[in-house]
């Protein structure tokens, strides 16, 4: 059979995965649901800007191999990102550091607090609320108490729709640390870039080949009941594959046997665009504790980023809620739950892979129901096809 493989979804990791094994000489077919490839990294140019179709999409890395892949597909801008919580009425640096203790404690306060944190931490370090939490000293974990309910409870409540955000996977709020110093940047890779053209170009960049064919508006079914561990091939839409590459979700592939996993899904509400230059201190702006919305994202900075004056600010608003496939307004799946009943679950359907890993690999962040940045998920897909047996 001709080396011609079988990609389900266009966006970051289907797209790596379909150049690198276009660049080694197989035939990819990739197909995408919707009517647009670069999956949630999706933007369109306007006012000098680009708005994100869905949500703010800030890239950051510290991994050479990815910053050196995206360097072939697109020119970058610096872009330190910035984000402010509204904590009992003013705007507060997030991660919350010293610059952020200066404005929401009194001065006699604060001086004891940095003494006492830099007794126990260096400072530069960054902490996760968990260790402040556990603090023995009365001080600290007071300013954990505070921090884990100004800036935490109400947000990571209204994101998960849980109660206690305690029984979330902790990785999910340790991606917020605490910083032992006065960085107002929400990330501290060592590269914070925007692609110059958007992340749409860049990814279509990435598929510019002569291998590679794309197939818009396609929801492949593939029949897995045919499918054993001994299957050469696959066939999708009547064509056979040497191996499919799904970015999907996995439970969709499995025909729900085992029920529907849980993800987070959210709705963005579209401003007007307004003529203003902003007088907000940020792109990102959280609201923890107050509304039903978790933050509203002003596009505007962008074109400052991109060299150009704003014309027009558009300001999008984010609300979560409960993925279901039915709902009008959360219908798409944006994050798997991340607790550990919903893991489990996962976890039975990955066992189910082993049966077909032959001819299918499951993978990306639908797919292996994890929070993947975009960076983790380009070295994912590099992975991916490092480790691939066809290319051995
Ligand atoms: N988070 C929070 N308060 C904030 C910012 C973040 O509680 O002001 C928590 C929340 O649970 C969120 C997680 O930290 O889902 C990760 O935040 P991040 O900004 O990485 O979320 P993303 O941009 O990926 O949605």
Redesign the pocket.
């Known amino acids: 059979m001709k080396k011609k493989i079988a990609v389900i979804g266009a966006g970051l990791t289907g797209s790596i995965i379909a150049r690198k094994f276009a660049e080694k000489g197989y035939k990819v077919d990739l197909y995408e649901k919707r009517s647009h490839i670069a999956g949630n990294c999706f933007d369109n140019k306007e006012f000098n800007s680009f708005t994100h179709k869905y949500?703010?999409h800030l890239f950051h890395t510290s991994n050479e191999r990815v910053m050196e892949f995206l360097k072939n597909f697109s020119d970058f801008v610096p872009y330190p990102h910035k984000?402010n919580?509204f904590i009992d009425g003013q705007f507060v640096p997030?991660p919350f550091s010293l610059a952020s203790l200066k404005i929401t404690h009194p001065e006699f306060l604060q001086k004891r607090i940095v003494q006492k944190l830099l007794g126990e931490y260096k400072f530069g370090s960054q902490i996760t609320i968990f260790k402040l939490l556990d603090s023995v000293d009365k001080d600290l974990k007071n300013l954990g108490e505070y921090i884990y309910d100004k800036?935490?409870?109400g947000?990571?409540s209204k994101?998960?729709g849980v109660k206690n955000?305690l029984d979330?996977d902790k990785g999910?709020?340790n991606?917020?640390p605490v910083r032992i110093n006065n960085d107002t940047n929400?990330f501290n890779d060592k590269y914070q870039f925007l692609p110059k053209d958007g992340y749409t170009s860049l990814v279509k960049n990435i598929l510019k080949h002569p291998k590679i064919n794309i197939f818009l508006n396609r929801n492949v079914q593939i029949e897995l009941n045919s499918i054993t561990s001994s299957c050469e091939s696959i066939k999708i839409n009547h064509k056979n594959y040497l191996h499919a590459f799904f970015t999907g979700m996995i439970d969709e592939l499995f025909a729900f046997s085992m029920g529907e996993l849980e993800y987070r899904s959210l709705f963005f509400k579209k401003s007007e665009a307004i003529f203003s230059p902003s007088t907000r201190p940020s792109l990102q702006l959280?609201y923890?504790n107050n509304y039903n919305f978790t933050r509203i994202i002003d596009y505007g900075f962008i074109s400052k980023t991109l060299g150009f004056k704003p014309l027009k600010s558009r300001l999008v608003t984010e609300y979560p809620g409960r993925f279901d496939r039915k709902s009008e307004i959360f219908n798409q799946a944006f994050?798997p739950l991340f607790t550990s009943k919903a893991k489990d679950k996962y976890n039975k359907y990955k066992l189910k892979l082993k049966s077909v890993s032959k001819v299918i690999t499951v993978c990306g962040r639908l797919g292996t129901y994890r929070?993947l940045?975009m960076d983790d998920a380009i070295a994912a897909a590099f992975a991916v096809v490092d480790n691939s047996i066809l290319i051995k």
């Open positions: 949500g703010p984000v919580a997030i800036v935490f409870l947000y990571s994101q998960w955000p979330l999910v709020l991606r917020i929400y959280n923890p994050y929070y940045d």
